[in-house]
Every structure is written in structure tokens, then in C-alpha cells.
């Protein structure tokens, strides 16, 4: 009999309560393990009266659900926490306290989901003696160590959909319509919604962009007939010679840093430069909440039920992940700190570019 506890960390992603009711059941209904719920993420581990048991009852009806029954946190790395004290951000280290409670509660075992920051904690826990399992997640897609991660189908389908959306109202009023998506540093869900919205210019931050071919693509558009343009703009993306954009650098210090106004940017220098009206929508959050996809519900409960199976192997210190399209494992410490950005020769970029899409090079 072995109890484990089960986190969700970093931002949300649709697919995670797949992942949580996979874990209970396949513990539960298999393995004859008990379960704890540990809520907002490592904060749970470290603030008392966040842990409860999870039963069979506590996953009924979860698989459609948005977001993670279990909360979350982007900001409560126990190694490096972040605190006010008079006025001042200091750094405290809480891991000490995380791995007491840990075997206080009688856990045997962690299994905790998150992106490239949630993995790296959890190496940091392996290391000092902590039995833990990792699954991978997030919208962006940006994990080297596996093909897919859930959350970024219905990411790129909620941002599909927006784009679907700008193309009509676009179109009536001739006008140049940005779109910024999220994804931090990889372009994976602007040129997938791109592509699949249709847009005539798609922006990712692994090619800075040249402001003259997007001037000429829309201009070209304009002079065959097409007086509207459709431009995904990824929230990392960045003009040749420029930076990233950001949001909340100087307002929130205990907050990592957000990338943000990328679209805007663009616009302005597009308005400034052409005769165009230009007009911008930032989909935000719109992206990460609401009902996961089949592919990541599927994807979330493969996930869920693997991470259980290595904990009934001891296979401690290792993570799930997609290769090949199966579920295979890998040790944490190989998977975290390289992102999978999107390469030049991805193939999606190289059709899109032979269909004449602009990715403002
Ligand atoms: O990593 C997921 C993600 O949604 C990014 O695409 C985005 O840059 C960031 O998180 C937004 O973070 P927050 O939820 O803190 O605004």
C-alpha cells in the first residue's frame, strides 16, 4: 500500500483534471493506493490545511472541466521563494519544510504535473531524496522531451476560432487585423492557429520579423483584391534587432515576468507606415481556460495512468512524455531546461511558407 500525493503547478492548462482522475483511478481501482490532493501547487506543501484525500467521488465528473481541481500556482518555487518584507522582495528557501511535510503526511510519493519550472522543482526534490514522478504540461507546447503536451490543442482551438472570428469583420471593413496568442518564447500555437485560421502573416519569436515584408505582403493583398489581413502575432514575437515585450515588469516584482503587447507594437508601427485601419485583440487567457479537447483529455489520462504505473515500478525521478505518439518515460533531469522551439524546417512552417504565408523574413 502506498499513498500518493498528487500537484498541479505553473499556469493551467485544459487537460489537467484529465490527468488528476486518471491518477486517482488508476491508483485507487488498480494499484489499491490511497491519493492526496495537494492544492495550489507546492504552496500546499509549505501552508498547512492544503492537502485532502482524493477518492474515486473526488474526480466524478471532472473530465470536462477546465483548469485543475487541485488549484495552482505560478509563482511558489520552494527553493527560491519569493516574499515582502518591509517594502523589499526576499528570497526565502522552504524546501527543507516542503520534504518534512512531504513525510509528515504519510506520503509515500509525488506525482507532480507542470512545465519546464514545475519539472525543474521536482528534479530539485529528486535530488534531495524525494520519490517523485513528473508529467509534463502546458499550452505552449515548448517541452523538448515530448512531441505534445495537453493543453496546447485547446489552445490553438480557442485561438483558431478568434482568428475564424477577425476573418469576417476583417474582411467588412478593410481593415488589419492583429491577433497576439500566447507561448511564450515558442511559436507553436501562433503557427498552428495561423495556419488553421488562415492568416496571411503569422509572427513567432524564433524568426524576428522585417516590418518592409509585412508591409509588402499586406499591400500586395490589398492590390489583388484583398483590402483585409489577418496577422497572428505571438506574444514572444519580436521585431529584427529588437526585444520582447512585457507587461508587468516593474508593477508586480513577486510575479515572473509577462510577455505581453507584441500586437500592439506592431500595430502601431503598421498604422504609422500605411494607410491601413488597423485594429488588435489580445486573446489572453482565453486560450488556457474552459473545456480540454478529446485529443487532450486523452492525452491527460494517458499521462495520468502512466505516472501511476512508474510509481508501482519504484521508477522514481523520471517523467512521462510522448514519442513517436506513445506514452514512453524519461529522467527529469535529461527533459527539463531545453525548450522546443519551433526549427526552421519544422514541416507546418515550411508548407505555410510555400503557401506563401508571410512569417515577415
Ligand atoms: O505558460 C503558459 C502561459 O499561458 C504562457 O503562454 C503565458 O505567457 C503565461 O503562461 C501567462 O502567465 P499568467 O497566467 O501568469 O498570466
Not at 32 to 37: C, S
Not at 76 to 104: C, L, M, W
Amino acid at each position: 500500500m502506498k499513498t500518493i500525493g498528487i500537484l498541479t503547478g505553473g499556469g493551467d492548462a485544459p487537460g489537467l483534471n484529465a490527468v488528476i482522475r486518471a491518477a486517482v483511478k488508476t491508483a485507487i481501482i488498480t494499484y489499491k493506493y490511497q491519493v492526496v490532493g495537494i492544492q495550489d501547487g507546492f504552496d500546499g506543501l509549505i501552508k498547512p490545511g492544503k492537502m485532502k484525500p482524493l477518492t474515486i467521488e473526488s474526480v466524478h465528473g471532472i473530465l470536462p472541466k477546465g483548469g485543475t481541481i487541485l488549484g495552482t500556482t505560478n509563482r511558489g518555487n520552494p527553493f527560491e521563494y519569493k516574499v515582502s518584507q518591509a517594502g523589499e522582495v526576499v528570497t526565502k528557501d522552504y524546501s527543507s519544510i516542503v520534504a518534512h511535510n512531504v513525510r509528515e503526511a504519510g506520503i509515500d510519493c509525488l506525482i507532480i504535473v507542470g512545465g519546464d519550472g514545475t519539472l525543474g522543482i521536482a528534479q530539485r526534490f529528486h535530488e534531495m531524496g524525494l520519490p517523485v514522478v513528473g508529467i509534463p504540461k502546458t499550452i505552449d507546447n515548448d517541452l523538448s522531451a515530448t512531441e505534445f503536451t495537453f493543453g496546447f490543442d485547446t489552445a490553438v482551438d480557442a485561438a483558431t476560432w478568434a482568428v475564424d472570428r477577425l476573418h469576417s469583420t476583417a474582411e467588412s471593413h478593410h481593415r488589419v487585423m492583429l491577433i497576439e496568442v500566447m507561448g511564450r518564447n515558442a511559436g507553436w500555437i501562433s503557427l498552428y492557429s495561423g495556419v488553421a485560421g488562415g492568416a496571411d502573416v503569422i509572427l513567432i519569436p524564433e524568426i524576428p520579423y522585417n516590418m518592409d515584408s509585412i508591409v509588402a505582403k499586406i499591400q500586395r493583398r490589398s492590390e489583388g483584391g484583398s483590402k483585409f489581413s489577418l496577422i497572428v502575432v505571438a506574444e514572444g514575437a519580436m521585431p529584427m534587432g529588437g526585444g520582447e515585450s512585457y507587461v508587468n515588469e516593474e508593477i508586480d516584482k513577486l510575479a515572473p515576468k509577462r510577455l505581453g503587447g507584441a500586437a500592439e507594437t506592431l500595430a502601431n508601427r503598421i498604422s504609422k507606415l500605411t494607410s491601413f485601419e488597423v485594429r488588435t485583440t489580445v486573446l489572453g487567457h482565453l486560450q488556457r481556460g474552459g473545456s480540454p479537447s478529446a485529443y487532450d483529455r486523452i492525452l491527460g489520462t494517458k499521462f495520468g495512468a502512466a505516472a501511476v504505473r512508474l510509481v508501482s515500478q519504484d521508477k522514481y525521478g523520471y517523467m512521462v512524455a510522448l514519442r513517436d505518439n506513445k506514452v514512453y518515460d524519461i529522467e527529469i533531469a535529461k527533459a527539463v531546461g531545453a525548450m522546443k522551439t519551433v526549427s526552421l524546417d519544422d514541416d507546418l512552417l515550411v508548407s505555410a511558407k510555400e503557401m506563401g504565408i508571410c512569417f515577415g523574413e
